[in-house]
């Protein structure tokens, strides 16, 4: 028996996460399969059993409770502003199938919202969907917290990334209770929408900043395991496949839930494979599984004619209402449209004999699961996405062509881009994307683009017929970057270039540096008004004298940002002025003086200075010297500086013990 799985194409268009329906007062598109079909109406309370056999308990707020060694006193609430969503009739919709479970509508901050709860039965895990329906003409958003209240305190807690406490990277989270723990995946691994998450005590919770467009849908989801032992939940976490757990539902279901990334393109291209045998599906719905044995398939796609080698080729779906036209899907993420010149697959029976299967005659058919055709076919570089359905790899260096933006045209690099995104919904504008975050909305150019192919013809299209270009899919991290935020939602990482820039005041005309500044605010009625936070916290108020501030995007391009288009200007690593500096550098020195007196002087004169020396003092965690690295991190906790790098503390000296300063000589 085969089983469902949905091609996941990982450098997919980004999809608005939700999808439009009308406002209130007008019947709303709802998509198809949004809500369990409303036949099996039940009282709570409801018992379910997921793959371990551990009992999931639903209460009327589709909370839970009891579990393994009754750990749960009322978990996974939905709580939007402190009032949780509950079931008005003390009534629960089930599924045919009885594994998962719907209450709603309950109406809060301008939304009807629904919860959805899948106890999966081939696994330990539970699944919750909470819905939000916007009634409104205008967006809303909604603050939401996911609690829960147990019977025993969390002792550890260990996230996706290791650590104890959940951080940004971070997109799950196992704690640890007596005799019991607990796995909580709260987003996607790349998503952008990321909660808050605190563990401690008895409770849980992670907070959501939801948004709704105006009469749109929008899904928040999250999953959760219990088990005897941390070990056990690791082992489910490594193996964790947010695809398949959204298998079961449409792919327009699946482009609503906001902290999971949704499949890609126009839209997702399913096949359903087998690990066990190839599989064609006719139109009737008949399945028929056996061996394909074509050695390989011509097919002609706009670009021109293409030989695949069977050994290239994961499956064929049959593009509707267009005789012999398959989106063929090849090993490395690719997808090639067009029309097969030998259409027809020849299927070898396992019981015997041979059949000859017209392409008319077949919805869909593909070759079975393997290490060759693997069950995710994320691709290894980039790929060009046309709105034909075609997804074709080609080398970054052969891609010539221009950006123009209104701080001026520039040169776009593959090296720099994580995508290009030409489909943007609410205006003509494109938008690049950087590997270091960085949005810049812009035109791409030339109008005809031409591009040699990884398959071997030349794409010679018009740019109106792409979709996205994808470069990478890892971004890096840029928490040390400068963060400039523009008024028409580009934001980027990197550095102000300029080394000074004067600032005319009330009071005078005085020169600012960059690094000294912390934060820089713009006024939307007089552009070139500025706000200006230093280092120490002082605030300086004026009109920047000049009209642009240059910006280097790192890394990327460097644009000249008219000040009328800065909305904010953040430096998380601000810096004293140089007289400080050297200050701070004199007693860093002193650290690692012969004499004790000299070393416990100079650290008690840089806690005297202030949290504000902290960027200064973080650049020698990783002093040679372990006293010194020492001294650094007992200064940065006095000052209730964050302390990075934290490893085994190194022994202390006392007074009598003196370093060794100098060249040692070997035989006099």
């Known amino acids: 028996m085969f089983n469902r799985r949905i091609l996941r194409l990982s450098c997919g268009l980004a999809v608005l996460a939700c999808m439009s329906v009308q406002a209130m007062?007008?019947?709303?598109?709802?998509?198809?399969?949004?809500?369990?079909?409303?036949?099996?109406?039940?009282?709570?309370?409801?018992?379910l059993r997921d793959g371990a056999g551990h009992q999931w308990q639903f209460q009327r707020y589709l909370n839970v409770y009891g579990g393994i060694n009754y750990i749960y006193s009322g978990g996974l609430y939905c709580q939007i502003n402190g009032s949780n969503v509950r079931s008005n009739n003390n009534m629960v919709w089930m599924n045919k199938a009885g594994d998962e479970v719907e209450i709603g509508p309950y109406t809060r901050n301008n939304c009807q919202i629904y919860r959805r709860a899948k106890v999966y039965r081939n696994q330990s895990l539970t699944r919750w969907m909470d819905i939000f329906v916007n009634t409104t003409s205008s967006k809303q958003v909604v603050p939401v917290r996911i609690y829960s209240s147990l019977n025993r305190n969390v002792s550890r807690t260990i996230t996706s990334s290791g650590a104890n406490t959940f951080g940004k990277k971070d997109w799950a989270f196992i704690t640890e209770h007596q005799n019991v723990s607990l796995l909580h995946v709260v987003c996607g691994k790349r998503s952008k929408l990321r909660p808050t998450v605190n563990a401690?005590?008895?409770?849980?919770?992670?907070?959501?900043s939801v948004t709704v467009p105006p009469g749109g849908v929008a899904i928040l989801s999250y999953f959760e395991a219990q088990g005897n032992s941390t070990s056990q939940l690791q082992k489910t976490l490594s193996q964790f496949n947010a695809r398949k757990m959204f298998s079961d539902l449409p792919s327009a279901v699946r482009r609503l839930i906001v902290n999971f990334r949704s499949g890609g393109g126009?839209?997702?291209?399913?096949?359903?494979?087998?690990?066990?045998?190839?599989?064609?599906?006719?139109?009737?719905?008949?399945?028929?599984?056996?061996k394909i044995a074509n050695k390989e398939f011509v097919i002609e796609p706009f670009f021109g004619k293409l030989t695949l080698p069977a050994k290239d080729v994961i499956g064929f779906v049959a593009v509707t209402g267009q005789e012999s036209t398959v989106h063929a899907i090849v090993t490395g993420g690719q997808v090639i449209t067009g029309k097969l010149t030998d259409?027809?697959?020849?299927?070898?029976?396992?019981?015997?004999?041979?059949?000859?299967?017209?392409?008319?005659?077949i919805k869909e058919c593909s070759y079975r699961i393997s290490k060759a055709r693997p069950d995710d076919s994320s691709p290894p570089g980039p790929l060009i996405v046309l709105r034909t359905g075609d997804r074709l790899a080609f080398d970054p260096a052969d891609l010539k062509c221009t950006f123009k933006t209104r701080h001026g045209p520039i040169k776009l690099l593959g090296k720099d881009l994580t995508?290009?995104?030409?489909?943007?919904?609410?205006?003509?504008?494109?938008?690049?994307?950087?590997?270091?975050?960085?949005?810049?909305?812009?035109i791409l150019g030339p109008e005809k683009i031409v591009l040699p192919l990884k398959l071997g013809p030349e794409l010679n299209v018009s740019r109106n017929m792409i979709l996205a270009i994808y470069f990478a899919e890892k971004e890096?991290?840029?928490?040390?970057?400068?963060?400039?935020?523009?008024?028409?939602?580009?934001?980027?990482?990197?550095?102000?270039?300029?080394?000074?820039?004067?600032?005319?005041?009330?009071?005078?005309t005085i020169s600012v540096k960059p690094e000294n500044i912390t934060e820089i605010s713009f006024s939307v009625q007089n552009p070139g008004q500025a706000t200006i936070k230093m280092w120490d916290g002082s605030t300086l108020q004026g009109k920047l004298s000049r009209q642009t501030l240059r910006f280097a995007v790192q890394p990327g391009p460097e644009l000249d940002l008219h000040v009328g288009h800065i909305v904010e200007i953040i430096r998380p690593n601000a810096l004293p002025p140089d007289t400080t500096v050297k200050l701070v550098e004199k007693y860093i020195a002193m650290l690692?003086?012969?004499?004790?007196?000299?070393?416990?002087?100079?650290?008690?004169?840089?806690?005297?200075?202030?949290?504000?020396?902290?960027?200064?003092?973080?650049?020698?965690?990783?002093?040679?010297?372990?006293?010194v690295r020492q001294r650094i991190r007992n200064i940065l906790d006095k000052l209730g500086a964050q302390v990075p790098g934290a490893g085994k503390t190194p022994p202390h000296r006392g007074p009598n013990v003196v370093p060794f300063r100098g060249k040692m000589m070997i035989g006099g």
């Open 25 to 47: 007062g007008q019947t709303r598109k709802i998509p198809a399969g949004l809500h369990i079909p409303k036949g099996n109406q039940r009282n709570f309370n409801i018992t």
């Open 200 to 208: 401690g005590g008895n409770t849980i919770y992670a907070n959501y």
């Open 266 to 290: 126009i839209e997702d291209i399913e096949l359903d494979r087998s690990g066990t045998a190839d599989v064609v599906i006719r139109k009737n719905g008949d399945v028929i599984s056996g």
């Open 343 to 361: 259409a027809v697959i020849t299927l070898t029976i396992p019981t015997g004999g041979e059949l000859k299967i017209p392409f008319s005659r």
């Open 419 to 442: 995508k290009i995104l030409l489909d943007h919904k609410n205006s003509g504008v494109h938008r690049a994307r950087f590997v270091n975050g960085s949005m810049l909305a812009g």
């Open 476 to 508: 890096e991290e840029n928490s040390a970057k400068t963060h400039v935020i523009l008024n028409n939602e580009d934001e980027l990482f990197g550095r102000l270039v300029d080394k000074a820039f004067e600032l005319v005041t009330d009071f005078g």
């Open 592 to 627: 690692s003086a012969a004499n004790y007196k000299d070393r416990q002087e100079a650290q008690e004169e840089l806690i005297r200075m202030g949290p504000t020396i902290a960027p200064l003092l973080r650049e020698h965690v990783k002093d040679p010297d372990p006293e």
